[in-house]
């Protein structure tokens, strides 16, 4: 079984709008539907889990069923966490204790979790992804740095430079095998989890084997104003 999880629970606090900017609506629909219909769109999806305020699931549904992707695919909604990870984390959850019920999930079974406000994303990069799975534990897109790389130790002066063509900047959507990346995430709890910024970082600390794949600069992020507008455009 591959599940998609669509993370829907963000409230967007860098961008002036109403309503949390994954449901400004652009066209008619959603950002959130265009992010869940490219999930839906993929061969290698069978369902999607949602990460939403009960406020707003209903209207998911609604919009789904408006933009005619099929709403049996919608497998259900999970709480969001405390913050990205703890979303993820509850969707994992819920979904391994529903697999629970029909005998347990198997090894090859996978998640692929991508943001509400990328709703660019392509069927070419979710296949690429899927792809490239074969003998790893996931798999995560990624842009190479185009200008140089500094570090700095105390964000006042320089301490050393990095090796930008070894320096990638990661993408969503991200690829794992179901069953390590739970325990992944279950070893974090129940402080670790919420100092996460990237869904990977779990996999990579508990030593899963995760493949690169080339990214996408047209799947960006919706983050401020200048994004909404270039969304529009």
């Given at each position: 079984m591959n599940t998609g999880i669509l993370l829907s629970g963000g409230k967007g606090t860098r961008i002036n709008t109403e309503v949390p900017k994954q449901y400004v609506r652009v066209?008619?629909?959603?950002?959130?539907t265009y992010s869940l219909e490219a999930i839906m769109k993929s061969a290698?999806?069978?369902?999607?889990r949602i990460v939403a305020e009960e406020e707003w699931q209903e209207k998911i549904v609604e919009d789904a069923g408006l933009m005619g992707l099929d709403e049996e695919r919608i497998s259900g909604f999970s709480i969001p966490g405390k913050n990205r990870q703890g979303s993820?984390?509850?969707?994992?959850?819920?979904?391994l204790d529903i697999a629970a019920v029909n005998g347990g999930a198997d090894n090859d079974d996978t998640v692929l979790i991508h943001d509400a406000a990328r709703p660019l994303l392509?069927?070419?990069?979710?296949?690429?992804?899927y792809d490239a799975l074969p003998g790893h534990d996931g798999v995560m897109p990624v842009l190479p740095m185009k200008d140089t790389v500094y570090l700095?130790?105390?964000?006042?002066?320089?301490?050393?430079?990095?090796?930008?063509?070894?320096?990638?900047?990661?993408q969503a959507p991200e690829l794992f095998k179901i069953k390590p990346y739970y325990e992944a995430n279950k070893a974090l709890l129940p402080d670790r989890i919420n100092t996460v910024n990237g869904a990977s970082e779990p996999a990579v600390m508990y030593g899963m084997d995760i493949a690169l794949v080339a990214g996408d600069e047209g799947?960006?992020?919706?983050t401020t104003d200048a994004d909404m507008e270039r969304f529009r455009k």
């Amino acid at each position: 079984m591959n599940t998609g999880i669509l993370l829907s629970g963000g409230k967007g606090t860098r961008i002036n709008t109403e309503v949390p900017k994954q449901y400004v609506r652009v066209n008619g629909n959603m950002i959130v539907t265009y992010s869940l219909e490219a999930i839906m769109k993929s061969a290698y999806i069978d369902c999607v889990r949602i990460v939403a305020e009960e406020e707003w699931q209903e209207k998911i549904v609604e919009d789904a069923g408006l933009m005619g992707l099929d709403e049996e695919r919608i497998s259900g909604f999970s709480i969001p966490g405390k913050n990205r990870q703890g979303s993820i984390y509850n969707a994992i959850k819920d979904i391994l204790d529903i697999a629970a019920v029909n005998g347990g999930a198997d090894n090859d079974d996978t998640v692929l979790i991508h943001d509400a406000a990328r709703p660019l994303l392509t069927t070419t990069l979710i296949d690429r992804c899927y792809d490239a799975l074969p003998g790893h534990d996931g798999v995560m897109p990624v842009l190479p740095m185009k200008d140089t790389v500094y570090l700095s130790e105390d964000g006042d002066r320089i301490s050393g430079l990095l090796d930008r063509s070894k320096v990638y900047a990661g993408q969503a959507p991200e690829l794992f095998k179901i069953k390590p990346y739970y325990e992944a995430n279950k070893a974090l709890l129940p402080d670790r989890i919420n100092t996460v910024n990237g869904a990977s970082e779990p996999a990579v600390m508990y030593g899963m084997d995760i493949a690169l794949v080339a990214g996408d600069e047209g799947n960006y992020k919706i983050t401020t104003d200048a994004d909404m507008e270039r969304f529009r455009k």
